[in-house]
């Protein structure tokens, strides 16, 4: 590992690169550290020393640790606090739940209020905007109120999202939905806060594993869980059982069982998660040479007026939105050109996509072994390739004619099954390891903002141009949007590598 990082250290300052520019030069610099610096980079070893009554430097001077295992040796490669890492999946699994179990049955509550497509499209994107409302407050508050009180804030209004989607149909008016699914989204925007808590209990070196982990089950809330909500209709489809302001239908039901699994979740939280706090540890006397090289290259200026590590960050951004907004986009329109190009039922295609979104879990989950022969820039550029091809592979079909089903599948596979799980928590992961010592919850607030506004922009942008000028001229919008982000991966492929190493 040692001489991965050396090769990727002379590659940083020999190679040509986007964002080093006339100053790929200070990788050369001096060995003594600067007196001054915006940038703190997270030294990687093999072997990691304890400091101050047994506490693990793991890879922050200011390691958050839970109070109760401040004495104990903690390991290099694990989770350093499992109990609260299991509570936090269950946080993340209960956000994406809370959309995941309406699906199904939101367009025919929606037709029941008397509501149009454009309301349900709406409904859909009030999720996003009350995500994209407090992602950055919700990471922010995790540094100041602490994990434990954030996500208990969080899930208490999720838990009154809940129930006021529950009484939708008392109110019988679509906009009460919309604040509903607003609700729901506030108290789902915990994304920034649970990834930050993962970086603190997690060693640098292992980090995108373990954030393909939470991925995963944040894929799956999504993908899988509407089964769920599929299952109630099938069941309560001709029930209406009523008890005072209480109802309980096809329409509810899927209300009242996340309302449940809240509960529970508000439960986990208060008896078995324990908070972390910032303790401040015993600088180092003197820095590596890699560690100082990299402060003072992370901090020096390109010629666009920022500076490198300002540079990495706002790509980050970008290539978080252009691979949430392509799939996005693919989420918005998949089912309908199925129906309408390919000649599958709504049942079919929805089989097909739940199918290559659990292969996507696989992956996601198998992102340790693929950690172990590639990086997390490889892998970037590898998954957005891969995503690009499938929404190529959509470019030929036709209007107007029953399309092979197997062009469907494929580009379903390639986009859902392995292209943007990979790609896109690999962004996640080389992200985490770049922002290093700076605060992680609310930069990564920030970033999962950013994602909940591409999801809001690119399916109204599918919208405007299937309408105006068909599905081909968006499935090229895609492809190019998608090449854009692997060219910008390639120049900056050297700056990346030795930022995140």
Aim: proline letters at 3%; charged letters at 10%.
């Amino acid at each position: 590992m040692n001489s991965t990082t050396s090769q990727q250290q002379n590659n940083a300052s020999s190679a040509p690169d986007l964002l080093s520019g006339s100053n790929a030069d200070l990788i050369q610099s001096t060995n003594e550290p600067s007196q001054t610096t915006n940038y703190v980079s997270m030294e990687m070893a093999s072997e990691l020393p304890l400091h101050q009554g047994g506490v693990h430097n793991d890879d922050d001077e200011n390691q958050s640790v839970a109070e109760s295992i401040v004495s104990s040796v903690l390991t290099a490669d694990g989770i350093h606090d499992f109990p609260g890492f299991l509570c936090v999946c269950l946080v993340i699994l209960l956000g994406d739940m809370s959309r995941g179990v309406m699906f199904p049955s939101m367009w025919p509550l929606v037709e029941s209020l008397g509501g149009t497509q454009v309301t349900l499209g709406y409904s859909v994107a009030a999720f996003s905007f009350g995500r994209v409302l407090v992602n950055p407050l919700f990471g922010s508050m995790s540094h100041t109120l602490g994990y434990s009180k954030t996500l208990f804030i969080a899930t208490s209004i999720l838990l009154l999202g809940t129930l006021m989607y529950a009484q939708v149909q008392n109110v019988g008016n679509p906009q009460f939905l919309i604040v509903a699914q607003t609700c729901l989204g506030i108290g789902s925007g915990t994304l920034g806060v649970t990834r930050a808590f993962v970086a603190d209990v997690t060693a640098k070196r292992n980090r995108t594993t373990y954030m393909g982990w939470i991925t995963a089950v944040q894929y799956g809330g999504f993908t899988v869980t509407p089964f769920v909500g599929s299952f109630f209709i099938v069941v309560l489809k001709d029930s209406d059982v009523s008890l005072g302001p209480i109802r309980f239908n096809m329409y509810t039901a899927p209300a009242y069982f996340m309302t449940v699994i809240a509960i529970i979740a508000l439960f986990v939280l208060a008896v078995f998660f324990r908070d972390r706090q910032r303790i401040s540890l015993e600088k180092e006397t003197r820095k590596s040479t890699k560690q100082a090289e990299r402060e003072d290259y992370a901090n020096s200026m390109t010629f666009v007026g920022l500076s490198v590590f300002d540079c990495c960050v706002l790509g980050c951004f970008l290539l978080n939105v252009s691979t949430k907004g392509s799939i996005a986009s693919f989420e918005t329109m998949g089912i309908a050109i199925a129906q309408s190009h390919f000649d599958m039922t709504s049942s079919r295609a929805g089989l097909i996509v739940s199918f290559c979104g659990a292969v996507g879990v696989y992956a996601l989950l198998s992102l340790g072994l693929l950690g172990q022969y590639f990086s997390d820039v490889q892998l970037i550029g590898g998954g957005m390739a891969i995503m690009c091809l499938g929404i190529a592979a959509l470019v030929p079909i036709k209007e107007n004619f029953k399309n092979p089903g197997w062009e469907y599948f494929l580009a379903i596979f390639l986009i859902y099954g392995i292209g943007y799980p990979v790609g896109h928590t690999a962004v996640i992961g080389i992200f985490s390891k770049i922002v290093g010592r700076r605060p992680q919850g609310y930069l990564l607030g920030w970033f999962a903002s950013a994602g909940s506004l591409a999801r809001m922009f690119f399916p109204v942008m599918s919208g405007y141009i299937s309408s105006y000028a068909g599905v081909d001229k968006l499935f090229i919008v895609l492809c190019c949007v998608l090449v854009l982000s692997i060219f910008f991966v390639y120049l900056s492929r050297n700056t990346l590598n030795f930022l995140s190493c």
